[in-house]
């Protein structure tokens, strides 16, 4: 068996030819901290998955599988490269640390992610919903949230 | 129950702006913090600001989600001093439809008609940049025909040059150029009709799909493109006269809704605005994807960061498009148009009379559509407003488990405070029309 590649203490697979690093939840930040500090100074996307009715999924050793993921996508401008980023977010407790003092461009794409999963980002300055209005009940991209159901949207208006 | 108490009754509480009578110093300096990036001195001072009278001079206002200069249901909302802007929030999420969702119930056939209608002036970079992530999730990126990634090259240079021509329409009708935005439609309309000769619709084609394009280039096709192509340059020009040139347009422009290349950076922008802070990056040039490693063209980038850089940046940016459209022509190969891999591919349109088993494979590849191996993906292209980019993830089923479009206006869009701040009202309409935002794209 060959030894598993790893990044700053986190695994390290390879999807399609792209590079992806796993860390724990726990070191999210110091990672992508050190990952800054190597020239990654672009956040481009910030972004979770639900893998809720899909949970055997392809994961290097060591990374346990849980409901949610949040991914991201850096680039460093200096060597042209991309790395991503896949962070596993259990269900039980769908928080994880914000990357809004690293990137304060993630200030929006972590609100999205909280408006269509629920994921709470600790040390977020302004976590609201972005996209759906602000009375509307679940997170439409879980995938226990079917399609076409329609709830009573605005509640209060007089029909 | 009234509406608004039914607001406090979820936790996530309100998404606009408060007085500042209501949030802390704490708060306020996070919020500004939130774009700016200032230094910790710089955050102090803000944070000791005597509240409370300051809060008498200034008033928060709403400018949209219906205003012209909105290019669509953009809403912000503006802390003003006098004619000074002192704060800014975007309001989004009137034009969400939900279309990642859409596109977890669409057949990768299917998804191409969900993805080109999010940033629907460049509809033929989205469709691209899709096609491009389920090609590399199938393993087949390598095996498109060479006529394919050719014309797929043609159509995505013509849409930035009919996406920008729209752009200097709408950003002189902004600033109060109004002839201008009949020129600029003009032009744009000349490039539609190109592409409603090739595709048959002027926006949303779906004619780039996975594993090559839905037909291949009419007859004549080359005339119409020259055509284009002589017709542009004197338009330019006059453009040049009308705009660039001209006092009143400058002072319009320079100076106005600046930002630095660090900033720009922090912020997550790409496109003409992170070009026009200096920064030469641009994915066709630094990570080259179809055949823009063997075109020749230049990476326009500005020095100040300022609207007159990115309006400046956009209009020489429809030159070098042509310049590559001019390579395109003299290099365009011959061959097939699509992939013809029984998988993704849909039999010949005369086999079907023919053959039973071509029968049965088109209707299994339209009513089923076909599989892609598990696993996922990133796929970044350069669209007309910075990088686009498409992650999807696959269950090995016919369908995308996941799909997300990483939209440059959205990201774009959050730059919009920190440009506007300390600026006039006045010139916020000009800095909003030069950061170039398309609605469907940012709200998706």
Redesign the interface.
Known sequence: MTEVESLHGAPVSWSRGQKVVHPGRSAYVALLKKLLDDGFTMCTDLTAVDYLTHPGRDLPDGVAAERFEVVVNLISIASRERLRVRVQVPESDPTIASAFDLWPGTEAMEREAFDMFGIRFDGHPDLTRILMPEDWEGHPLRKDYAVGRIPVQFKGANS | ???????RQ?S????EMKPRSEIGAR?LM??V?????MSEAEAAKLGQLPVDSDEDQTMIINMGPQHPSTHGVLRLMLELQGETVLRCKPI??YL?T?M???G??LTYLQGGTNVTRMDYLSPLNNELVFSMAVE??L?IEDDIPERAVWMRMLLSELNRMSSHLLFLATNGMDIGAVSMMLYGWREREEVLRFFQKVTGLRMNHNFIRPGGLAADLPPGWRDDVLEILDMLPPRLEEYDILMTNQPIWRERLQGVGVITASEA??????GPILRSTG?P?DLRR??PYLKYDQMEFDVIVGSYGDAFDRYAIRLNEVRESMKIVRQILDRMPAGDYRIQNKKVTPPPRGRIDESMEALIHHFKIFTEGFKVP?????V?IESPRG?I?C?I?S?GGPKP??I?M?APS??NI?ALPHMMRGGLVADAVAVISSVDPVLGDV??
């Open positions: 129950m009234t509406a608004v108490e039914n607001i979820t996530e509480g309100g998404q708060e996070r919020e913090g939130a774009v700016l990036r989004i999420g969400h939900g990642e969702k859409t977890e119930d590399k999730l393993g950076m922090a912020l997550g922008t790409s920064v990056w630094d990570m598990e696993g996922e993906a990133y970044g990088e980019g992650y993830v269950d488990y996941r997300h990483r959205f990201v959050q709200d998706r």
